[in-house]
């Protein structure tokens, strides 16, 4: 029986602790590599178990095999005394502790949508996400529908994290820039910080892990060492930097070239004017961004915020000249009724996204080709998020599906080949040009 067997385990450094003894709903520890989050959410899972009767707690990870090697196995060991002594089962047909008091681990895994089946329909009082930046919004979102049930148990969520991966996003918007949407509540919320030189255990143990860390080529450094989230591993634009290629926005003068390039579908409307000087330098200058638009919606919106400019090309992507099925109309047909005529620019992905690295580069005088306004701020806000193909490297991941609207515009404008702006006319060229347009304007006045 349980009673003369004691549960002894090392003990947490302060950070773990802190996670230990956090009451909030939603906490994530960690945030660099090696600060001790696997043994953290173990533990935790371990001791609730222990303290609570009849809990169900879900401790996923990303694949199979690593729940298998970071928790099932330590667990086994860290519960070697109790399942000899019958106080704790383990049934590995379900890879599930089952516990005396009537409470169970479940060790599962995300690594894909379809997994997710699995907890449908199952009631858990706790789910643990060990490298939640490995799983997508989308099934972090579902798996929360499973946190419910009708005891009085207070459901938690504890999660860990590294930066990078598919669900960097969204860990990074909860808990480290902490902007939250409507319905999520900012009190429920918590972060504990945690890297390698908060684990005294594993600086003593493997004291190479640090020096691994320190050697980390710069970007991976940032990340895994310091836990720094603007830059990490797997990041498809890790050049991007705010400052460098974004600007205070001024008024594009009139001789440049303008541009429109645009990508459209019920989930988002995303627009972008651009300009090229004459040197051929790009500065994209006004965006719109918008969801849950029809499209002739997104089309007058378009025609509203182009006013009186005149544009050199409008591009978008070969599936706007397919047929809707209920109209007939194509996306290219509703904006040539608002008067922008749509040029269709290659979507070869790959070409693509290198020829945007290409107009990112920064130049000898410590410029790039490309910069964008301030005020663009959902490109700005996407760019950096943006992550490498795990099937194709070279390619960008659709994944997080909300950051590629603006980009892949981006990319239509560059595979329009805009061309850079004539020199500035003469003088008095512009002088009889503003002396016509005085004209032009006190005759429609007076009509
Ligand atoms: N409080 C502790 N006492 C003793 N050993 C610990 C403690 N915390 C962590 N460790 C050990 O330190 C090592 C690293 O811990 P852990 O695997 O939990 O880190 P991690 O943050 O999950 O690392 P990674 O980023 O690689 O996933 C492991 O060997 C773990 O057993
Ligand atoms: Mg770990």
Redesign the pocket.
Known sequence: MPGNVAFTM????AK?KEFLLSEKKFVAY?G?????????ARRKAELLAFNYRGIRILLVRHTYGEVYK?HVL?MLEDLAPFIRAGAVDYAKAENAFRFAGGSRIECGYLESDKDLLRYQGIEYDVIFV??ATQVTEYQYQTLLASLRGANRFPKRVYL?C?PGGVGHAWVKRLFVDKVYRPGEKPEEYEFIR?T?YD?P??ME??PDYVARLEQLPPGKREA?LEGNWDVFEGQYFPEFTVGIHTCPPFIIPQHWRRYFAMDYGLDMFAGYWAALDEKGDCWIYREVYQPNLRMSEAAELARRKTGAEMLDGCFAPPDMWNRRQDTGFTVADAFAGQGIYLIRASNDRVTGWLELKEWMKIREDGTPRMRIFESCKNLIGSLPMLIHSQKDPSDVDTEPHEFTHGPDAIRYLLAGRPAPADPPRQEEEWEERDEYRDTLSFLEFGR
Do not use: C, H, I
């Open positions: 090392e003990q947490p450094n773990q960690g660099a590599r090696g600060g001790g989050k696997s043994w953290a970071n330590p060990d490298e860990t590294n945690a390698v684990n255990a594993l143990k493997d895994w």
